[in-house]
């Protein structure tokens, strides 16, 4: 698994999980970074995007509530979801932006639920 997501779980509504990504130099190598998810039954799609510069793009669901970074020394990008919500129930992803097919790992489960 060329980056691996991690840091997912069950969190209730109005809570908060920080999402960690890691990867090799040859992949993170300051590119656009992404964060993507999957909920059941839909397509994968972007949340977030932060470039080497720490410009970032939202998708507008999530903003205000989430917060991409990343530490360009570690070769890492995170992604903290605050004010979760049941609808951000799914798998996220991270990858280069665009995305690469042969860059994508298992994923990390991000369940909403009371």
């Known amino acids: 698994v060329q980056l691996q997501a991690s840091g997912g779980g069950l969190v209730q509504p109005g809570g908060s999980l920080r999402l960690t990504c890691t990867t090799s130099?040859?992949?993170?190598?300051?590119?656009?970074m992404g964060w993507y998810r999957q909920a059941p039954g839909r397509e994968r799609e972007l949340v977030a995007r932060?470039?080497?510069?720490?410009?970032?793009v939202y998708d507008e669901s999530v903003k205000g509530r989430f917060t991409i970074s990343r530490d360009n020394y570690k070769y890492t990008v995170y992604l903290q979801m605050n004010s979760l919500k049941p609808e951000d129930t799914a798998v996220y992803y991270c990858?280069?932006?665009?995305?690469?097919?042969?860059?994508w790992g298992q994923g990390t489960q991000v369940t909403v639920s009371s």
């Open positions: 990858n280069r932006w665009p995305s690469r097919g042969d860059y």
């Open positions: 932060i470039n080497n510069n720490d410009d970032t």
């Open positions: 130099q040859n992949i993170f190598n300051r590119r656009n």
